[in-house]
């Protein structure tokens, strides 16, 4: 299906575009199935690939992409905050938001992990 939509993609520029969430999650069976996919794309096709991670994503297909790094700095300040208030309501004195943040490389997700790490280290 995927395919002959993009085979027969109507009007507009004649560019098609495939999004793939996540695509530090494929198996390398996925990978190995997706670049022979990506082998037969019609011309003026862009696959635009998504990842928390890139050194999960497989080599043959990391080789084949443009990689461009993106953060979410503006989310920066009050995740801090809302870390901070967790680190409170459970006790734990002295927690510095930002510099969880940073030490997460700017990943939200990251730093509350790194916390509920710290928190259960506590226990």
Request: charged residues 25%; contains cysteine.
């Amino acid at each position: 299906d995927i395919w002959n939509r993009l085979r027969y993609s109507p009007g507009g520029t004649g560019w098609a575009t495939l999004l793939c969430n996540e695509s530090d999650s494929l198996t390398q069976g996925a990978a190995v199935r997706l670049l022979d996919f990506l082998e037969r794309l019609p011309k003026r096709t862009v696959v635009i690939f998504t990842s928390n991670d890139i050194t999960n994503i497989p080599d043959r297909l990391l080789s084949r992409m443009k990689v461009l790094l993106m953060t979410a700095q503006g989310i920066a300040e009050p995740g801090a905050k809302w870390l901070e208030s967790i680190a409170k309501q459970e006790g734990l004195q002295g927690y510095n938001g930002m510099t969880a943040i940073r030490k997460a490389k700017n990943n939200l997700r990251m730093a509350l992990q790194n916390l509920e790490l710290e928190l259960l280290e506590g226990c």
